[in-house]
């Protein structure tokens, strides 16, 4: 597993947009799926967008348009682009990583999750 470390989250206006960054230690090669969740309070917890090693991206149809995943393997780092914010993408966001792609019951299986940031869509 490796640590992963989230940045960029903040409050901004509702239309406006943010991009979270995800650093992740260790071997970031052999990672060869990464993606992002998030959580409302009172919500169930969301798979938000999905990269894996060849580039293959997924998202959920409620950001699907307005966000986007990407990763560097030069600088070991994820980023999630998200544009046109809704008060409702107000959530924490997780980075998640796993080096094998394992699906059960239709979801990815992440092994390895980062501390959380904070993301408040103000209307």
């Known amino acids: 597993q490796v640590q992963l470390v989230e940045s960029g989250g903040g409050l901004v206006q509702a239309g406006g947009s943010l991009r979270l960054s995800c650093e992740a230690s260790?071997?970031?090669?052999?990672?060869?799926?990464m993606g992002w969740y998030r959580q409302a309070p009172g919500n169930q917890r969301e798979l938000v967008a999905v990269i894996t090693s060849d580039g293959s991206t997924h998202y959920a149809d409620s950001v699907k348009g307005r966000f986007t995943i990407s990763r560097d393997n030069a600088k070991n780092t994820q980023y999630l682009q998200m544009n046109s914010l809704k008060p409702e993408d107000t959530a924490v966001y997780y980075c998640?990583?796993?080096?094998?792609?394992?699906?059960?019951?239709?979801?990815?299986?992440?092994?390895?999750w980062g501390q959380g940031t904070q993301v408040t869509v103000s209307s």
């Open positions: 998640v990583a796993n080096e094998v792609i394992q699906i059960v019951s239709g979801v990815p299986v992440f092994g390895s």
């Open positions: 260790g071997n970031f090669a052999a990672i060869n799926i």
